[in-house]
């Protein structure tokens, strides 16, 4: 068997290639699969019932044709993808699905789901808030406690405080894991390319927290050892936005004058930069989720308490980590990227660019319809953007 | 080691921008003062011979290919261009190429076969931009679309327009959409110079809104093929509420912009020592392969 004899960023191609792999083999031996949507489900209840999280990606290559029967064209097609791959039965190794109010289309998604997807039979939705605020916080840990009563059923046996510790600090240890792995494209050139960090991210989010795991300390090791390494180039950029799974766009960046350093989206950073603080309990999980994932569907501003705004310190309060990784990474230039009618990336877009301009730091907003086919226009802009940086 | 001697027999620099409808080529001698320039279809059975082009224009400006010292391939089919030193952009180039024109432009638009773009310059150099490449509308193709609708040709479109102060407000900016709404209103009698004057303001607007992103200031240049049409540029005007600046030939911005930079690519290298003087160039044929996955 394939998966057994290869590890490292060899396995985690083969992981990339076929994500279900995995899976699929966990599920003959008795495992429930959940497949979860977006960032917001906390998937360390899930592991802690012994079931396996699955983070659920559309196909960019796949033509989107079954979805027009349960959807609009004008919503998010990332979303419309993956209600697509699910209609075509190709998450038929799913037990289930678990998605949040993160946006308007992927609540609908959810329900979409119960109403046509017939081979996951179970599915739950999790309310999210769109403020860190204190209320807002309690409020989300309700709906986690729902969630958690409703898994509890399909898993046959109550949550034990024990098992919730178990999965927060193996999932923890993932978080770091992944620190680690960002932190070998700090140096000048990076020791690991963007596009095998995807496919490596991608196998993460295929794979349990402990296979995950022992993935990721695999390539580490690899990638400190290995003689080749990827060149020196003239940018070293972040890119930002909202879910890019597939390898293609970081392919096209690199195909040019420049790597991507770090980023700022969902498959990247933003999954694995907070960890669940002790003690673990389902408030730690809310606080988690709501408040420390940066992510725009969460509103973050200055004036918790305060009634008059200042729009720098709003700046500030929602970018202040951005800067950080430019910093720390030593980035020089920003790809803001979006797919096609996301109001939740688009409208922080603005803002973005003049706080990024505030720290001196060009960039260039892209955006593409969730298609490998629609990327081939971008090329062009993304080298007059490496071309102005001279 | 190389050095300024081998440029003194080869002091023409070339640039050849092929783009989606046309293709141009342009040659400039060392101070950047452009000798001849050639303007041809890049069309189907054209793409295979973009050379075309480029042979044109050296036996306008007299000059062999031998003397050529540096060529820079701009455009859609730029990286197809096998005889090119060096690939840039066409937004790059068309930046370089304005400025030369016209040295305190600090944005230029370029309407061109199937794009849109809007270029913000300082000091002669592309400092930020935003381009129309999705979609027809706003493009040329849209001007194409209701030539065709109406069976008329571009420039005698452009002429009737004039003379009307009185144009019609197309609604969509669909190429598609606004084909049918230019069909009801002919049918429901309104005059033809209302509704051209109409399509060009539909265009300028679309494209306008695109610059307005970029902030727009003056002087403001205008480029493409569409720049030639005398309706689109009164229209330009009208919804940018400033003149803009248009060169003698605004289709070949971006190939004067490519030999200029050519020209500087060229005399940066042998300052480094890095200029190839004796390389064999031949022009072999240019394939141009549109809509190819980029990889």
Known sequence: ?390 | MPGMDDLTSRLYFAGIDIGSTMSKATIVDADGKMLAYVVGPTGAQHRLRANKVMEDTLSKAGVPLSDIAYIVSTGYGRVNVPFADKQITELTCHARGVAALFPDVKTAIDIGGQDAKVLKIKNGRLVDFLTNDKCAAGTGRFLEVAAETLGLDLNEMGNISLQTDTPVKINSLCTIFAQQEIISRLSTGEPLPDILAGVYIAIATRVVKLARQLKVEVPVVFTGGVAKNAGMVKAMETVLGVPVLIPEEPLITGALGAAILARDEAFKLVQRGEYQAHREKKLTEARVDFGEKAK
């Not at chain 1, 495992?31 to 659920?56: D, N, T």
């Not at chain 1, 405080?161 to 932190?183: G, I, T």
Request: with cysteine.
């Open chain 1, 1 to 390: 068997m394939v998966i057994a004899t290869t590890k490292g960023l060899s396995k985690a191609h083969e992981i990339y290639a076929d994500r279900g792999q995995r899976v699929r083999e966990l599920r003959k031996a008795g495992k429930k699969i959940i497949g979860y949507i977006c960032l917001y489900p906390p998937i360390e209840i899930i592991s802690a019932l012994g079931m396996v999280p699955f983070r659920v990606f559309g196909d960019m290559s796949e033509p989107i044709t079954a979805a027009d029967k349960v959807s609009t064209t004008v919503v998010c097609p990332f979303l419309r993808s993956i209600i697509d791959l699910g209609l075509k039965g190709k998450f038929n190794f799913l037990d289930g699905i678990v998605g949040a109010h993160t946006c308007d289309i992927g609540m609908t998604l959810v329900i979409s789901w119960r109403d046509y997807v017939k081979d996951a039979p179970f599915s739950h939705l999790i309310d999210v808030p769109h403020t860190d605020h204190d209320p807002a916080v309690d409020y989300f840990e309700g709906q986690i406690n729902s969630f958690k009563r409703h898994l509890e059923e399909l898993a046959g046996e109550k949550l034990s405080d024990d098992k919730l510790k178990k999965a927060c600090e193996l999932h923890n240890k993932q978080r770091k894991l992944v620190r680690e792995l960002y932190d070998l494209r700090k140096s000048d050139p990076p020791l690991l390319t963007s596009v095998e960090n995807i496919e490596v991210l991608v196998a993460v989010f295929s794979l349990p927290v402990d296979e995950g795991n022992e993935l990721l300390e695999d390539v580490i090791k690899e990638v400190r050892e290995r003689k080749v390494k990827p060149v020196k180039k003239k940018a070293r950029l972040l890119v930002w936005g909202p879910v890019f799974d597939n390898t293609s766009l970081y392919e096209l960046i690199e195909s040019v004058d420049a790597n991507v350093v770090v980023d700022d989206t969902c498959v990247g950073t933003r999954a694995f930069w907070a960890d669940v603080k002790a003690p673990y309990n389902l408030h730690a999980l809310a606080k988690r989720y709501l408040v420390d994932i940066k992510c725009p569907r969460t509103y973050r501003d200055s004036a918790h308490h305060e009634l008059e705004r200042n729009y720098d310190k709003d700046l500030d309060s929602r970018f202040n980590y951005i800067k950080k990784a430019i910093a720390d990474w030593k980035v020089n230039g920003a790809i803001l990227q979006s797919v096609k009618y996301c109001d939740t990336h688009g409208y922080e877009v603005p803002n973005l660019r003049h706080y990024l301009d505030t720290l001196g730091i060009p960039s260039i907003y892209i955006e593409h319809d969730y298609s490998e086919r629609s990327l081939a226009p971008i090329k062009t802009r993304v080298e007059a953007f490496l071309e102005t940086l001279g």
